[in-house]
């Protein structure tokens, strides 16, 4: 019950934040500036140029997000009023990490569908089979990003170490994981299983640690 | 809930040890909290208040000894779901995204409350604590005061049978510091078990049925005030003002008193046996006088918990 709850609560906090909105409104206007402002795309639809953008940058902003807001929550002491009541740690982490990559994933679709209308209103066509891989991409790597900045929230207590942290083990570990298919070494598809894989043994080791420290 | 005597314990902490690395933070103490009392948990700065609190309430592990409350070991995995405990910590800290209203909806939801009594109960502690016109500002805009006040909302939003209060007062200004003492006499008046920790001794004193004085992590008493104050044996005084201090009281001798000058124009007097007080307080005034001592007032000045305490972990005992 309190999963469900917490998951909720968290969606409509990170909704509201200043990042939600640089994700919902500025990814797809950077997307549109870089695309317009680039000499030559050889012709590359507004769709995928957008794919390729956000898929490095959502996981980044979310994943710093993510840590900050947790290494904050635990050194103020925000989880004590949760875990005095019928909440589970682990639940604490889960539903932060669930809202986060949910909140990810809805607004990289938003910016690939604006995108896609681009190109419909330009071109007359729509390249939404050409757009499976890159959401595939972008979830992996929000994934496993997001992962990393809850373990690195759980155990840093500093701020600026967690967001170095988070940049560059989240961030890079996620490049590692997407460059695979990208270099043809295993289809999309499989690096995508990898990377959810490694993000749900990243996380299950978070609420592990999480678990013993207890006191948050 | 276990019994002693006629009284029924809501908390028993007993030989608990808690360790940091090398540092013993609890060295074996115990604790007994009767049903429905308040107990106030006093010591130094550093004297393991904090961390009672925080093993007591399932937040910290701990080494040894058992957490026991209204029944229930505290340190099963699943303590929560059966026992009612409210918990303000020192700083009450919440998302910051959050309003009050929000905060107090989403841990009303997590205690179990739900629908209009939800609704009701949220009414209720706003205005109990004054918080009815920050109803819907955000977490981050608010006073530390005001902080504190939402913190208490929460703690008493689901009506726990125990109430655990870390420093509740320490940041208030005196208006909240009244309307925390009320509050809280009128949850022990419903019935409510109150832990508090404070170095506020006046507040204890007011407040408190039963104390704890820890001091490095010892558990040096539990019991009620007057049984603390006969262990450092501090005796009433009588207090005299001089008009005129020209000395004479040095010739006044009155059997079973002492009379000591702290600054010029002043006297204190230490009656030894307390039950003789009424006789050879009036002795000593009417001696005072016919020594040509010329008194502009007397009073008569009972040890305080804080003057308990200083002699206490100042070392007296």
Redesign the interface.
């Known amino acids: 019950m309190?999963l469900g709850?917490?998951f909720k609560?968290e969606v409509n906090?990170f909704y509201?934040?200043k990042v939600m909105i640089a994700l919902l409104v500025g990814m797809p206007v950077i997307a549109v500036l870089m695309y317009l402002l680039s000499p030559d795309l050889g012709g590359m639809p507004l769709a995928a140029f957008t794919a390729v953008t956000i898929s490095s940058m959502a996981g980044l902003l979310a994943s710093t997000t993510l840590s900050v807001s947790i290494i904050n929550?635990r050194t103020?002491?925000?989880y004590?009023?949760?875990?005095?009541?019928?909440?589970k740690r682990s639940h604490l982490l889960v539903a932060k990490y669930l809202a986060v990559v949910a909140c990810v994933v809805a607004a990289a679709v938003l910016a690939l569908l604006v995108a896609s209308a681009y190109d419909w209103s330009v071109q007359g066509t729509v390249y939404l089979g050409e757009l499976g891989q890159p959401t595939l991409v972008v979830m992996t790597m929000a994934c496993v990003s997001c992962a990393v900045a809850v373990l690195v929230g759980t155990l840093v207590r500093s701020v600026l170490l967690g967001v170095i942290l988070t940049i560059y083990g989240g961030n890079q570990l996620s490049a590692v994981i997407v460059l695979t298919s990208l270099e043809n070494v295993v289809s999309t598809e499989t690096s995508a299983l990898i990377g959810l894989v490694l993000a749900a043994v990243v996380l299950a080791s978070s609420v592990v640690l999480f678990s013993r420290k207890?006191?948050? | 809930m276990v019994k002693r005597g006629e009284q029924m314990e809501a908390i028993i902490i007993e030989d608990l040890v808690k360790r940091y690395g090398q540092f013993t933070a609890v060295d074996r103490a115990t604790l007994r909290v009767d049903e429905g009392t308040v107990y106030g948990l006093i010591g130094p700065n550093g004297a393991g208040k904090s961390t009672i609190i925080?093993s007591l309430?399932?937040?910290?592990?701990y080494q040894g000894g058992k957490v026991i409350v209204s029944g229930t070991d505290m340190s099963t995995p699943?303590a929560?779901?059966k026992v009612r405990?409210?918990?303000l910590?020192q700083?009450?800290?919440?998302?910051e995204?959050?309003t009050c209203e929000q905060a107090l909806l989403?841990?009303g939801?997590?205690?179990?409350l739900e629908g209009e009594r939800l609704r009701t109960r949220v009414d209720e502690v706003l205005d109990q604590l004054g918080l009815e016109e920050h109803r819907k500002r955000r977490v981050s805009k608010l006073s530390g005061g005001t902080l504190q006040k939402l913190?208490f909302a929460?703690a008493m939003l689901h009506e726990p049978s125990v109430l655990v209060l870390d420093e509740p007062m320490a940041s208030l200004d005196p208006a909240s510091r009244f309307m925390f003492k009320k509050i809280i006499k009128d949850l022990r008046a419903s019935g409510t078990t109150i832990l508090f920790s404070s170095h506020i001794l006046s507040d204890v004193e007011d407040l408190a049925d039963d104390v704890g004085l820890l001091q490095n992590g010892k558990a040096r008493y539990s019991g009620p005030i007057d049984g603390l104050e006969r262990m450092v044996s501090l005796r009433s005084e009588l207090v005299v003002e001089l008009a005129d201090d020209r000395g004479e009281w040095r010739s006044v001798s009155v059997p079973g008193t002492d009379i000591r000058q702290p600054s010029p124009g002043w006297l204190v007097v230490h009656i030894d046996d307390a039950a003789q007080w009424d006789v050879l307080a009036s002795r000593i005034v009417e001696a005072l006088m016919k020594a040509g001592c010329h008194i502009r007032a007397f009073n008569r000045h009972d040890p305080k918990l804080e003057d308990v305490y200083m002699a206490y972990v100042g070392g007296a005992k």
Do not use: C, M, N
């Open positions: 309190s709850l917490l609560d906090g509201r934040s929550e103020q002491g925000v004590d009023l949760f875990l005095v009541r019928p909440v207890v006191s948050s | 925080r309430l399932g937040l910290i592990p699943d929560q779901r405990v409210g918990y910590p700083k009450a800290a919440f998302q995204w959050r989403t841990l939801r997590l205690s179990g913190g929460q």
